[in-house]
């Protein structure tokens, strides 16, 4: 675990070393304000690596999304996974490899209510938190500051690190380095999560959740 540490502190690169009162408050305030964050448009690259037991895996995948509430979404991701999720706010389209596709009805319990804290999958109560320093992230209209927070929560199988760039004015993460290590099978997973452009409560195009088929794509039945 010293060694998986130490591969995301890396990752992250800090600058200088700053404090801030109370990371944990911090992270309260990140959970707060994604929670009350129902509509909202996001572009962003998830950088993977899966390496152990023999495994070594990469993946890169782009994701632009808009979410307006109630029910409404458009999810395309473009790369190394090529799922398509469309809510109308009816009608919910799901496509995840670009060759077939099925139509259900838009629920709830499915992908189309997504406040923010959904995409950010922030839990409570990490077993440690702390400031490592600042840093920035740049966005489509220019770079943005943001505190570095170093935070571990116990699980069962293993320990799940996340150090997490958060633009503190804003309660938002712009870069997640997410890793863990399974104690009884040595498999690491990290994963890179970094916000190229966003903006809260944006005025959407008509079309924007419109459901279009596919090209080329088959019909499949929903899943039960």
Known sequence: MHRLVLIVM?????IIAQSVD??????????????????????????????GGGMDLQGEVRTKIAVQAPLKVNRQ????DRTLIICDGVEMLYSGDGHSYYRSEARV???????????FQLDERPASVAVLGRDHVRLTDGDRE????????????????????????????LRDVIATEDEQTGIKAVTETTV?????DPTF???????????????SKPPI
């Open 196 to 200: 190229v452009d966003f903006e809260r």
């Open 146 to 173: 943001c505190v570095l927070v170093h935070a571990e929560w116990k699980r069962d199988s293993g320990n799940v690190v996340r150090i997490m760039c958060i633009d503190p004015k804003a309660a938002l993460i």
């Open 77 to 80: 991701n473009s790369g190394s």
């Open 22 to 51: 109370d990371p944990a408050e911090l992270l309260r305030r990140v959970r707060s304000v994604a929670a009350n964050t129902k509509s909202w448009r996001a572009e962003v690259v998830e950088k993977s690596t899966l390496s």
């Open 205 to 219: 195009p008509s079309s924007t959740f419109w459901i279009s088929l596919p090209q080329g794509a088959l019909e």
């Open 109 to 119: 319990e499915y992908q189309c209510d997504y406040p923010l804290s959904k995409f």
């Open 10 to 14: 890396l990752i992250s690169a800090p």
